[in-house]
């Protein structure tokens, strides 16, 4: 069965993505937020989540919520038109849509070994029993 907590090169993959995406968010957001006194409140919500999802995704705890977080700011950024001009964290609409797609990526495949979540909840094994003994069977048998 597939874990969410991958080790080795896909380990390490997500981990870089975690890191970039994180990264990216938090100083696009930062600098937004730097200048709140001249941004419109709802930039300011989004900026203040692609913060907050850029450093659970950084440090990998949290990390699906993370990626929601960042999905919701990129695609918030990729719309800004209706909300702040100055809010085009990626400079592009195309790199937005970049970082949703790996928000998402990283929504459906897990943080990976190399992070908090692993680390608090580590990796588990799942044992599923090939055969279950049916109720009416069971009666049958004590009959």
Same mark, same amino acid.
Not at 24 to 37: C, E, K, P, T, Y
Not at 38 to 63: E, N
Not at 101 to 124: E, K, M, Y
Not at 137 to 143: D, G, L, P, Q, V
């Given at each position: 069965? &597939? ?5 080795? =090169?896909?380990?390490?993959? /997500?981990?870089?993505?975690?890191v970039?995406?994180?990264? !990216?968010?938090?100083? =696009?957001?930062?600098? !937004?937020?730097? +200048?709140?006194? +001249?941004?419109? &409140?709802a930039?300011?919500?989004?900026? /203040? ?5 850029g450093v659970?995704? /950084?440090?990998?705890y ?9 999905a919701?700011?990129s ?8 909300? +702040?001009a100055?809010?085009?964290f990626?400079?592009?609409? /195309?790199?937005? !849509?970049?970082?949703? !797609? ?11 070994? &190399?992070?908090? +979540?692993? =680390?608090? &909840? ?14 009416s069977?069971? =009666?049958?048998a004590?009959?």
């Amino acid at each position: 069965m &597939f874990s969410t907590y991958p080790d080795e =090169r896909p380990g390490t993959g /997500l981990l870089l993505l975690r890191v970039v995406i994180g990264a !990216v968010l938090i100083v =696009r957001g930062a600098s !937004v937020l730097a +200048d709140w006194h +001249d941004v419109k &409140f709802a930039a300011g919500v989004v900026a /203040l989540m692609a913060v907050v999802g850029g450093v659970l995704l /950084l440090i990998g705890y949290l990390s699906r919520l993370g990626a929601v977080l960042v999905a919701l700011a990129s695609l918030g950024s990729i719309f800004s038109w209706s909300l +702040d001009a100055n809010l085009d964290f990626f400079g592009s609409k /195309l790199t937005a !849509v970049f970082a949703t !797609v790996i928000a998402a990526a990283l929504l459906c495949t897990g943080p990976g070994a &190399f992070s908090l +979540d692993a =680390r608090l &909840f580590g990796r588990q094994e799942i044992l599923i029993p090939k055969k279950l003994e049916s109720t009416s069977e069971s =009666r049958n048998a004590k009959m």
